[in-house]
């Protein structure tokens, strides 16, 4: 396995992204690691429950703004750690475009998280962490959500 030099980051709105971001944070450091964050906004298509939800009063462009705000917050954080950093917000299915990306830029670890889910909700939601693992052409390292691993 060669070096790690190119960390790819998948920002997940759902997601808290602090924990990712320090996890990937302290991989760059040891590694001395560019890292590159990466947000997908899914494209239509099936996308479990919400497709049952027939008004939908959130305006895109305020979900992208909203996004992009976050991600700049996030960038500063880790540039101020004195890491390589930079940003991407792409429209597509997430697990088919990190993979593209990871394969077509040579990266050479993904970190993302998990939703955890269990039951009906991952049967009718796939996992896009699952996915990755499946598709990736580099080591893929999964942070769990939080919320599923520190109890109330």
Known sequence: MKPIQKILVSIDSDLVATPIVDLARQVALAFGAQVELI??????????????????????????WRTA????????????SGISVRARLILGVVEEEVSRLAREEDFDL????SHS????????????????????????????????????
């Open 39 to 64: 947000h997908v906004f899914e494209s239509s298509g099936y996308h479990g429950p919400e497709v049952l939800e027939l008004a939908d009063d959130q305006d895109p462009k305020l979900e992208h």
């Open 69 to 80: 705000r976050a991600m700049m917050g996030l960038l500063k954080n880790l540039a101020a």
């Open 110 to 113: 993904i970190i993302l998280g």
């Open 117 to 152: 889910r269990k039951g009906l909700d991952r049967f009718v939601q796939s996992s896009v962490a699952a996915a990755l693992i499946r598709m990736a052409s580099c080591p893929v390292m999964v942070l769990p959500h939080m919320v599923d691993v520190i109890p109330d």
